[in-house]
């Protein structure tokens, strides 16, 4: 029993029955899952998840914090600072595992609303300020000392504003749609073992899984192994884009 609901759950051997249960209950099969969830925040946050059944945390209190440490993640990326970098991959975390946490409480407390799909909307859509954090950070990183520490704050909440302004009224309209959150380049990701594993690398979990790396080799082969990954990884990002709008608007023709 326990070996068959290891196929189908993110198990681990510690498991008890009663956590297997919760899990069936919470979590989604493999097919539903990436990479970095599946193989590592879905494993913890079942008990994460059945700790704050216990308290007074609402799924809604979960995805707001979510949204803090996704948006704190944007801003220590801009600073091009090493310490504020890999605080960055731990706020990325605590975001990604929060996204993971709200929709586990809100199944096993069975308690759901609106307001949870129109922050699940704009927390995808936080990897816009993101992208700017990280090219922010890339550009102080290689020596220009021309935008100072506040600047680039500013001009990280502009991006965020910005992305907010757009994304509130569409995510307030998505509330009501009924079909599928996927679209072509998603539904690809779970074709085969190898594209999920170039969706993770060409991915934010990916990004931030390589960031630490990427940190160590810069301090002590003094390469600028941060600045390099982060361009290769903007460059990616701009063709998955490409390829994304290609392929979606060809489906709705």
Do not use: H
């Not at 209190?61 to 600072?81: H, I, P």
């Not at 992208?131 to 890339?138: S, W």
């Not at 909440?157 to 509130?168: H, K, M, P, R």
């Not at 903007?234 to 290609?246: D, P, S």
């Amino acid at each position: 029993m326990k070996n068959d609901m290891a196929k189908k759950l993110p198990t681990l051997p510690v498991d008890s029955a009663q956590i297997l249960q919760y899990r069936s209950i919470c979590q989604k099969p493999r097919q539903s899952e990436e990479i970095w969830s599946w193989y590592v925040l879905r494993r913890i946050s079942i008990y994460v998840t059945v700790a704050l059944s216990r308290t007074p945390i609402t799924p809604n209190g979960v995805s707001w914090l979510s949204l803090f440490f996704f948006t704190l993640c944007g801003w220590m990326l801009a600073t091009g600072e090493v310490g504020w970098l890999l605080g960055a991959v731990v706020a990325y975390n605590l975001g990604y595992l929060g996204d993971c946490l709200d929709g586990e409480l809100a199944r096993l407390t069975k308690v759901t609303s609106q307001l949870g799909v129109f922050l699940d909307t704009l927390i995808r859509a936080i990897s816009i300020p993101i992208t700017v954090g990280m090219l922010l950070g890339i550009y102080r990183l290689l020596g220009k000392t021309d935008l100072t520490l506040s600047m680039v704050t500013l001009i990280y909440l502009a991006a965020l504003i910005g992305t907010l302004a757009l994304l509130v009224p569409l995510a307030y309209n998505y509330i009501n749609l009924k079909s599928d959150e996927n679209d072509p380049v998603s539904d690809m990701r779970t074709a085969s073992t190898r594209l999920e594993w170039i969706a993770f690398f060409t991915g934010m979990p990916g990004f931030f899984a390589l960031l630490p790396i990427t940190v160590v080799v810069e301090i002590l082969w003094q390469v600028p192994m941060i600045s390099l990954w982060g361009m290769a990884f903007l460059f990616i990002q701009a063709l998955k884009t490409m390829v994304r709008l290609y392929l979606t608007t060809s489906k709705l023709r």
